[in-house]
């Protein structure tokens, strides 16, 4: 099982990102997708969850209305749109697979898979 992150970058505020994530040896149906962040000298923290079932979306507070998560079967893929970017949203931002979300989604220590992170820097 592989997770390949990738779409990080500088931006100003205000600005907008998207970050993608593809997947090997599993299929986006299979398991729960999402996203993590982590800001120099915090702890990591939730951002958003894909349901692997049935597509519904789950998003922490600080994010919703800027954020929308997607997926796309075909290519296995799954998205994370970041509008209205703040420079409190810089972090590496990390992909992430849980099987259930049946559980804590917004504890790192559930995650199933975790991809390598891709940097995301909001600054003017």
């Known amino acids: 099982v592989q997770l390949q992150a990738s779409g990080g970058g500088l931006v100003q505020p205000g600005g907008s990102l998207r970050l993608s994530c593809a997947a090997s040896?599993?299929?986006?149906?299979?398991?729960?997708r999402g996203w993590f962040r982590q800001a120099p000298g915090k702890e990591r923290e939730w951002v958003a969850w894909?349901?692997?079932?049935?597509?519904?979306?789950y998003y922490t507070d600080s994010v919703k209305g800027r954020f929308v998560i997607s997926r796309d079967i075909a290519k296995n893929t799954v998205y994370l749109e970041m509008n209205s970017l703040k420079p409190e949203d810089t972090g590496v931002y990390y992909c992430?697979?849980?099987?259930?979300?049946?559980?804590?989604?917004?504890?790192?220590?559930?995650?199933?898979?975790w991809g390598q992170g891709t940097l995301v820097t909001v600054s003017s």
């Open positions: 894909i349901s692997g079932t049935d597509g519904s979306t």
């Open positions: 040896g599993f299929t986006v149906d299979d398991f729960a």
């Open positions: 992430t697979a849980l099987e259930d979300l049946d559980t804590d989604y917004d504890n790192p220590e559930e995650v199933d898979y």
